[in-house]
């Protein structure tokens, strides 16, 4: 089996324009989040992530494709443009090393073009017209479809629909394709925006949101005894993975190696998280396994954390399940609570900061953690980043609606 490593990343978040300046301001403890006060009729939920209006952004792409795109397909081809660049210094420049056919693509949202639609019919209620692209804009898999396009990825397409767990899951399966040889080179991750007001009321009305109202450092509070539900994020982010060998044929600079990926289902409810976490368990075991890793290895944990009662101490039960008391001694973070939840893209742009904290040494602290629930008892690194940590082999787990959960482990090349 091939060893796949990863070369690239971008991201578009609240909290920056680019995967670098998310980073920066987690560690400045900056949130991508604020107070809104009047997010739509019968919403409860006040605190939102959303981009700033910044339409310059996508000027960049060409007319005849941004067209097609709705909010969450543009951010999307925003952050495989950054992490292309980054990969490859060019985008174009991919050319000079990988055939069209070996280029695979899986680009993954969990609502994909609803706000778009919403709009559309709109349009066609009050005016007997819609848009004439609108079949093509609220395609879950327009943002996969774009990238191909733009970058003449002509191998492997797929777009994963997964909900919460998505950005994990389409790194893990561009992982075990280039793995197994059906790619040499990847972009995966997730995007989501949800930002039209029935579609807030939609996951607001299952009592997912967060309940404060008037305080932000209350808004999203993981394994806080106070946290009441998350704070919705819009954003994006993209992996550019390539098999090691010709990585390093080409000199690429290896940011990261992933070397297991597990993935299960709860197969219970469409929202609650499995009370036997056999899944969760499962996924970690599976994960640490394919990566010829034990508990002890593990140095780091990027939690899924969504600040909501039900996940948090669930998330706590199957991290100690699955690795013992070994769990007890490794440090784990939400940052959720700096970025809110990216949804689908929220697998993705953790798995950027467990290669961030690999990076830097750094590991970021979980924001807002004053009064911790007694019983999520792991270290959640609370309120301090921990600087000077000697970081090798970090985990990142995610878990979604519909009961999707996966695992993925990110290393230094070794």
């Not at 050319?95 to 709109?122: F, Q």
């Not at 808004?219 to 090691?244: I, K, T």
């Amino acid at each position: 089996m091939n060893r796949v490593v990863v070369t690239g990343y971008g991201a578009v978040t609240a909290l920056g324009e680019t995967a670098d300046d998310s980073w920066n301001s987690i560690l400045n403890k900056s949130f991508g989040y604020r107070m809104v006060d009047d997010p739509g009729p019968n919403i409860r939920a006040r605190c939102f992530a959303f981009l700033p209006d910044r339409r310059g952004r996508y000027t960049w792409i060409p007319k005849a494709i941004l067209r097609c795109l709705s909010p969450f397909a543009r951010n999307a081809v925003v952050a495989a443009r950054e992490s292309l660049a980054h990969a490859f210094g060019d985008p174009a420049a991919m050319a000079e090393h990988y055939a069209p056919h070996e280029r695979a693509i899986i680009i993954g949202t969990g609502w994909g073009g609803v706000d778009a639609s919403n709009s559309i019919h709109a349009d066609y209620r009050d005016t007997g017209l819609g848009d004439a692209f609108g079949s093509l804009t609220t395609m879950p898999s327009v943002a996969t479809g774009a990238c191909s396009i733009l970058w003449q990825m002509r191998g492997y397409q797929n777009t994963v629909n997964a909900a919460c767990a998505t950005g994990t899951i389409a790194i893990g399966d561009a992982f075990e394709l280039i793995r197994s040889g059906r790619a040499r080179v990847a972009l995966a991750g997730g995007s989501e925006s949800l930002k039209d007001s029935t579609n807030v009321w939609n996951i607001d009305v299952l009592s997912a949101l967060s309940k404060e109202t008037s305080d932000v450092h209350r808004a999203c509070c993981p394994f806080d005894r106070r946290r009441s539900g998350f704070v919705l994020a819009e954003g994006a982010a993209v992996l550019c993975l390539e098999e090691l060998e010709s990585a390093v044929r080409r000199g690429a600079k290896i940011l990261g190696e992933v070397t297991g990926y597990g993935n299960f289902s709860d197969a219970s409810d469409f929202t609650a998280p499995s009370e036997d976490m056999a899944a969760r368990i499962l996924s970690i075991e599976t994960a640490l396994k394919q990566a010829g890793r034990r508990a002890r290895d593990i140095q780091y944990i990027n939690a899924h954390g969504t600040s909501t009662p039900l996940n948090d101490l669930n998330e706590t039960n199957a991290i100690k399940a699955a690795l013992g008391t070994a769990a007890f001694g490794i440090p784990i973070s939400s940052t959720k609570s700096y970025s809110g939840h990216l949804i689908s893209a929220a697998g993705s742009f953790e798995t950027i900061v467990c290669l961030k904290a690999i990076e830097s040494g750094i590991i970021p602290a979980t924001a807002n953690l004053h009064e911790p629930d007694q019983n999520c008892d792991l270290d959640y690194v609370p309120n301090e980043h921990r600087h000077a940590q000697s970081l090798s082999v970090a985990l990142n787990l995610s878990f979604g609606f519909g009961g999707a959960n996966a695992a993925l482990v990110v290393e230094r090349l070794r």
